[in-house]
C-alpha cells in the first residue's frame, strides 16, 4: 500500500497510440510543494475545480491524490528520501500531474530545516530560525531527479502577454509564442570537469595532445556538450506535432550552429530531416516556400525555419508577431524563456510544463519564495496558468478558457497580488486567496459548452 491516499472516485488516464484517454473524472497525482507552495495550491485548486465545474456542469471533474515530494517527502518517508520511489511511480501510472515549488538547498550547509529550508551548518536539536525539530541532511534538487527519472524531456513554456500586466515594451500583444526546450542534453547533462584535479587533466591531455585540439590556457574548467540525434528529433517532433494539433503558423529551430556545428548545427539540420520524413505532406520549410512558392505560404501548412540563438532575441523584440512554436536545445531555451517572459512582464506568472513520452508534469516556474510562506500573500498566476496547460492537455479547453478569461478580467479590474499591486498605479492588493477566488468570480456567469 503507497503512503499516499488514492481516491475513492475516478479512474486513471489512459493512453492510445500517441494520444490520452482521459476519463471524466481523472485521477491526477499533485503536491503543492515547499515554503508558499501550499498558499499556492489552495488557490489554484479553487480556479481549477472552479472552471471545471462552471464548463462541464459536473460532467467531469478532476480526482486530486495528493503524492509526497520535497520537504513533505522527508516527513512521510525515511530522513533521506525527497523523492519517493512511490511518487515517481504515480506520475508514471497516472500520467499527468502538476506540482509546486520544491526547496532546493543552495548552500555549502549540510543540513536544512524542514519547515522554514533555513541552512544550517550543524544539526542542532531545533532550528535557531524557526524552532522546528526537523533538520535533515543537505539534498540534491528534486525538480531535476523528476526530470531525469521520468525522462521528461521537454521543458514547454508558453509566453503571452495578459492585457494590463505592466511590462517594458510598447507593443506585448504582438508576443505570443511556444518555447519547447530540451530538457535531458546540452548544460543538463552536467558533464564538467573542475581546474587543478586528477580527471581535468585527463581530459585536457587527451584533447590537446592525443586529438591535437587547441585549449588556449591549461588552467581551464572543461565542460562537454552532448546533443544526440535521438534527443533532438524527439523534441522537435514534439513541438512539431504541437502545432498541428494547435494549428500554429510555423515552429522555428533556434540554434547556434554557425559556431557549433557538430552540437547546434546538428540539432537544426536532423529537425529539418524528421520535419521533412515524418510531416511531409503538413509542412513547408522556408528554403522551400521561396523556392516552390514565391514566399506565399500554401493554406493549411506548417512553416519550418531555424534562426541563430542570437539573432533569435532580437527578432522576438522587434518582430515578434513572425514567431509562434520555437524548438529549442537547452541552454539557448533557458536564456531565451526567462527573457521572453520579462519581455511581456510575465516572469511572476509564467507557466510552464515537463513533458515526456510516459509522464507531463505541471508546474510554476519560479521558486518556494520562502520569506512569503504561510503569508497568504504571493501571486498564484504562474501555478494557475500551468493548470492551464494542465487542462488544455486533457483537452478540456472549455475550462482552461474560462480560467484565462477570469484571470484577464481580474488583471485588468487592477485586483492583484502584491508583485503586480507595486507596478500598477491605482491598483487594489489582494491576498493570494482572494486573487483566486476572484478568478473564480469573473469566469462570467454563463457556461461554456464542453
Ligand atoms: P524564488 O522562490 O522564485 O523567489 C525569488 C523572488 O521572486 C521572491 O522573493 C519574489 O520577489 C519573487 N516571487 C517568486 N515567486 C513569486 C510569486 N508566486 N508571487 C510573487 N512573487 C514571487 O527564487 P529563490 O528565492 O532563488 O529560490 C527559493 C527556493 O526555490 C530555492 O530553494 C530554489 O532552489 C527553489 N526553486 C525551485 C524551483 C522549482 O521548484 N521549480 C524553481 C526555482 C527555484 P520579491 O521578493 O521581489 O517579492
Redesign the pocket.
Same mark, same amino acid.
Given at each position: 500500500m503507497p503512503k499516499y491516499q488514492v481516491p475513492s472516485r475516478g479512474a486513471k488516464i489512459g493512453r492510445k497510440g500517441a494520444a490520452l484517454e482521459v476519463p471524466d473524472e481523472p485521477i491526477i497525482p499533485f503536491f503543492p510543494?515547499?515554503? +508558499?507552495g501550499p498558499d499556492?495550491w489552495r488557490a489554484t485548486q479553487v480556479v481549477l475545480d472552479g472552471a471545471v465545474e462552471k464548463a462541464y456542469k459536473g460532467k467531469k471533474k478532476i480526482a486530486w491524490m495528493e503524492v509526497y515530494a520535497g520537504l513533505t517527502a522527508l516527513k512521510h518517508y525515511d530522513k533521506d528520501t525527497v523523492l519517493p520511489q512511490e511518487t515517481l511511480d504515480a506520475f508514471r501510472e497516472y500520467r499527468v500531474g502538476l506540482?509546486?515549488?520544491?526547496? +532546493?538547498?543552495?548552500g555549502q550547509h549540510k543540513f536544512v530545516c524542514l519547515d522554514c529550508?533555513a541552512e544550517l551548518p550543524d544539526r542542532p536539536a531545533k532550528c535557531p530560525k524557526c524552532g522546528s525539530q526537523w533538520i535533515t541532511p543537505r539534498f540534491r534538487?528534486v525538480?531535476v531527479g523528476l526530470r531525469q527519472k521520468l525522462d521528461l524531456y521537454a521543458c514547454v513554456r508558453p509566453v503571452r502577454w495578459f492585457t494590463g500586466v505592466p511590462c517594458p515594451v510598447k507593443e506585448p500583444g504582438k508576443l505570443d509564442i511556444v518555447i519547447f526546450r530540451e530538457n535531458t542534453e546540452d548544460i543538463y547533462a552536467g558533464i564538467e570537469f573542475e581546474w587543478g584535479t586528477p580527471e581535468q587533466k585527463k581530459v585536457y591531455d587527451f584533447l590537446v595532445k592525443d586529438m591535437g585540439k587547441k585549449i588556449p590556457f591549461p588552467d581551464s574548467g572543461i565542460g562537454i556538450k552532448p546533443i544526440s540525434k535521438t534527443g533532438s528529433q524527439r523534441l522537435i517532433r514534439m513541438a512539431i506535432r504541437y502545432a498541428i494539433d494547435h494549428k500554429k503558423p510555423s515552429v522555428t529551430i533556434v540554434h547556434k550552429g554557425n559556431i557549433q556545428k557538430f552540437t547546434e548545427g546538428a540539432f537544426r539540420d536532423w529537425g529539418y530531416e524528421l520535419a521533412k520524413s515524418e510531416f511531409r505532406d503538413q509542412i513547408v520549410t522556408e528554403a522551400e516556400l521561396w523556392d516552390q512558392h514565391n514566399g506565399k505560404m500554401p493554406a493549411g501548412k506548417l512553416l519550418i525555419k531555424d534562426r541563430i540563438a542570437d539573432q533569435t532575441f532580437q527578432q522576438l523584440l522587434l518582430r515578434p508577431d513572425e514567431y509562434s512554436v520555437l524548438a529549442t536545445p537547452n541552454l539557448n531555451g533557458d536564456y531565451l524563456s526567462d527573457a521572453a517572459a520579462a519581455q511581456v512582464g510575465g516572469l511572476?506568472i509564467a507557466p510552464g510544463a515537463n513533458i515526456g513520452d510516459e509522464a507531463a508534469i505541471f508546474?510554476?516556474?519560479?521558486?518556494?519564495?520562502?520569506?512569503?510562506t504561510n503569508k497568504d500573500m504571493?501571486?498564484?498566476?504562474?501555478?494557475i496558468l500551468s493548470g492551464v496547460m494542465m487542462l488544455e492537455h486533457l483537452g478540456w479547453q472549455a475550462a482552461a478558457d474560462l480560467v484565462v478569461k477570469g484571470l484577464e478580467a481580474t488583471i485588468q479590474a487592477k485586483t492583484v497580488?502584491?508583485?503586480l499591486e507595486r507596478q500598477m498605479p491605482g491598483a487594489k492588493k489582494l491576498k493570494c486567496s482572494e486573487f483566486g477566488a476572484a478568478i473564480v468570480k469573473n469566469m462570467g456567469g454563463a457556461p461554456v459548452a464542453a
Open positions: 510543494g515547499d515554503g +508558499t499556492l506540482k509546486g515549488p520544491l526547496t +532546493t538547498p543552495a529550508a534538487s525538480n511572476g508546474e510554476a516556474t519560479h521558486g518556494t519564495a520562502p520569506k512569503y504571493v501571486n498564484p498566476g504562474s501555478l497580488t502584491y508583485d
